[in-house]
């Protein structure tokens, strides 16, 4: 049996050392503490919900996740508080795709919205329609047009905040139609709802999980949805292709982003934990619950399709002349 030499028994040492600390740090990569989820809108809303959700999922990774509402400025500034934050995972943006694909080409963003954050996945997608107070005497859409033309510029409408999915929808309903409706914007969709069941403003146009018990009720009116097909849960409600604005399909793409900049374990690791979680049946149930349809993809193909829309609605409010108002 040759005998190990001191030098030998001290590199087997640091050799298992060594492996047993790159272990840990992988085991450890994420979360590695409370785990901030920060929703860049009012409370109540569907990123609020899908927020809520999610943190049920992940909370059987072991990580304790809270949820913060930071609204304001077209979602950006909740988006730039996270593209500023520490890049360990531990706190990420959970948005439409709004803050990152439609805000920053209406307007200057102290972020970079295609290198100061990282798409994680698409956890959401939620349509977008327009349901009109019960004050608004208008039972459908024709009748809306209709109104609106007679009176330029008395119609107002409120949409979850500038340069939202509804900012963009609603201007191609104004100059497809031919009319002028004045937009009122909000610091989310929760926060715009009570003025639309009050009649502060005659129309809102949000996403339909928020909608759904006021429909319900009898409290608000549908007048169109802007998604490619009728609604299971509003099966009469037309979409607008179906009223001749086939151009006008909107919905709302809710993702996690992360700020640029994670380490490499880090990142897998969180990637992998998201990928579980959005599969899981108390997270499938939960979309179920709320008209939501599951997301669009995770990981680099989720990464592709941001790019994609980005590159779209700066074509889109160029060609249209969207503007911040």
Not at 255 to 269: I, K, N, S, V, Y
Request: no cysteine; charged share 15%.
């Amino acid at each position: 049996m040759k005998k190990m030499t001191w030098g030998k028994v001290l590199g087997a040492f640091a050799l298992a050392a060594s492996a047993s600390t790159a272990q840990a740090q992988a085991q450890a990569a994420w979360p590695g503490k409370v785990v901030t989820l920060v929703v860049p809108y009012t409370a109540g809303g569907t990123a609020d919900t899908l927020a809520r959700g999610l943190g049920e999922a992940l909370r059987a990774t072991g990580a304790t996740v809270i949820v913060e509402n930071k609204p304001g400025a077209g979602a950006s500034l909740g988006t730039d508080f996270v593209a500023r934050a520490k890049p360990d995972g531990n706190t990420l943006l959970l948005a439409s795709t709004s803050p990152i694909t439609i805000y920053p080409n209406l307007t200057s963003t102290p972020y970079d919205p295609l290198k100061s954050l990282v798409p994680i996945a698409s956890v959401g997608v939620g349509p977008v329609a327009i349901v009109a107070s019960k004050a608004l005497k208008v039972d459908d859409f024709a009748g809306l047009v209709a109104y609106a033309k007679a009176n330029p510029g008395k119609v107002t409408y409120a949409v979850p905040g500038l340069g939202s999915v509804a900012h963009l929808g609603m201007a191609a309903v104004n100059k497809q139609a031919g009319i002028k409706m004045m937009q009122v914007p909000y610091r989310g969709g929760s926060q715009a709802l009570p003025d639309g069941l009050s009649g502060v403003v005659d129309l809102l146009v949000l996403n339909t999980d928020v909608l759904l018990p006021h429909v319900a009720s009898g409290a608000l009116k549908p007048l169109a949805v802007m998604a490619p097909t009728r609604l299971e849960a509003w099966p009469t409600v037309p979409t607008m292709a179906e009223l001749k604005l086939p151009k006008i399909q909107y919905f709302s793409n809710f993702g996690l982003f992360a700020p640029a900049g994670m380490p490499p374990a880090t990142a897998q690791a969180l990637q992998a934990a998201i990928d579980k979680a959005i599969v899981t049946p108390q997270y499938q149930e939960m979309l179920k619950k709320y008209y939501l349809q599951p997301g669009t993809g995770t990981g680099a193909v989720f990464k592709q399709q941001v790019q994609n829309e980005f590159e779209s609605n700066k074509r889109l409010i160029k060609e249209e002349d969207i503007r911040m108002e």
